[in-house]
């Protein structure tokens, strides 16, 4: 059987504990509902709020784009999506920014959630692997035997690793899982051995590429590497909700996808040094050109329009069918058309 190494780290779960506190003292008294509805604060959960793939969300704070709206937004952050989603599933935020395909897994359990801005149709991940084992792990055609990590368990980055196993020959039995985490967890417990490769995101990419300590195997931060590898789109950074608060908060929602729209394009329009210099001085780690470097390889990924691809809906999907024990079996069920919107981005202003 396969089994799951739990790897927990003090200072991510004192930061959950934080953001979670705060989330739940300051949450207006409408809840999940009704926050942003009469002027309240809208908060949204980032599922790891210093990750290149999620940078569009921290962005669009810097640059003033929330308020240009009037909208008062509050970031919080959880180290990885599967937990941001069970935040937004209890009321205590208005919305999610992670991995699309935690919309089409709730589908399964009666819930709607729905993606209102697709910030991106391809993973933004990376399979990085440890430089001592290099000569070992060269495809995931040799993941047989190997540890390897993942964000946590029932997380995108799990699935994906599932998915790139199969494909390759190997079952999910053949290697074991690890909850690894991210940033310098992730770090931590690849130097250290407790994992032989595993899937992360920049600025980690970037940190262990150039200390040496870890080489990119299979690269989905691109739409080429992402097709060669899962055969197709597949958009994965969005801001997701309760489809009941789209509806009822339709007017904050469209200036939330005015406001993630036009960062969208501003991202287009500028370069990765740009870029960088807007974000907060800690997320460059003590080291900004490799933060910009991280930048430079990852914004690749971002759509201009925050549209949903529908093919790339179709593959993410047919990828959970395969490994997620909540939509095996009931992917016929799935009415993806439920799972995203395009309604907002496509009356937000074009830059």
Same mark, same amino acid.
């Given at each position: ?38 002027? $309240?604060? !809208? +908060?949204?959960? %980032? /599922?790891?709020? #210093?990750?290149? *793939?999620? @940078?569009?969300? =921290? ?31 209890? $009321?205590? !935020? +208005?919305?999610? %920014? /992670?991995?699309? #395909?935690?919309? *089409?897994? @709730?589908?399964? =359990? ?38 390897? /990590? ?202």
């Amino acid at each position: 059987m396969r089994t799951t190494t739990r790897i927990a780290a003090a200072a991510l779960a004192a930061t959950t504990a934080l953001s979670l506190a705060a989330c739940r003292d300051s949450r207006t008294s409408s809840g999940g509902s009704g926050g942003g509805k009469q002027g $309240g604060t !809208v +908060q949204i959960m %980032v /599922g790891g709020i #210093d990750k290149v *793939i999620y @940078l569009p969300a =921290k962005l669009t704070e810097q640059l003033g784009y929330f308020k240009e709206q009037g909208l008062d937004v509050q970031l919080l952050t959880e180290p990885a999506g599967a937990q941001a989603e069970n935040v937004l599933i209890s $009321g205590d !935020v +208005q919305g999610v %920014v /992670g991995f699309y #395909d935690h919309t *089409i897994d @709730l589908q399964t =359990k009666g819930k709607c959630i729905e993606s209102v801005v697709q910030f991106a149709d391809v993973p933004g991940e990376v399979e990085v692997v440890a430089a001592g084992k290099a000569g070992q792990i060269k495809s995931p055609a040799d993941f047989k035997g190997k540890k390897l /990590g993942v964000t946590s368990p029932g997380s995108s980055t799990d699935f994906l690793t599932q998915y790139l196993a199969t494909k390759n020959g190997v079952p999910t039995s053949g290697y074991t899982t690890v909850k690894a985490g991210a940033g310098q967890t992730f770090i931590a417990t690849l130097n250290n051995g407790g994992i032989d490769a595993g899937m992360t995101t920049d600025p980690t990419v970037a940190k262990l590429v150039s200390t040496g300590k870890g080489k990119v195997m299979l690269d989905m931060r691109t739409e080429a590497g992402t097709k060669a590898a899962l055969g197709g789109l597949y958009p994965s950074s969005s801001l997701y909700m309760n489809c009941d608060y789209v509806k009822n908060n339709a007017a904050t929602v469209q200036k939330l996808a005015n406001a993630f729209v036009k960062t969208l394009g501003w991202i287009k329009a500028h370069k990765p040094a740009e870029i960088a210099a807007k974000m907060p001085a800690d997320y460059a780690g003590g080291d900004p050109k490799l933060y910009e470097q991280a930048v430079n390889d990852t914004i690749g990924m971002f759509t201009a329009d925050g549209v949903m691809p529908a093919d790339g809906a179709k593959n993410v999907l047919n990828v959970l069918a395969q490994f997620s024990p909540n939509v095996k079996g009931k992917q016929d069920t799935v009415d993806l058309s439920k799972t995203y919107t395009t309604e907002y981005v496509s009356k937000a202003p074009k830059q």
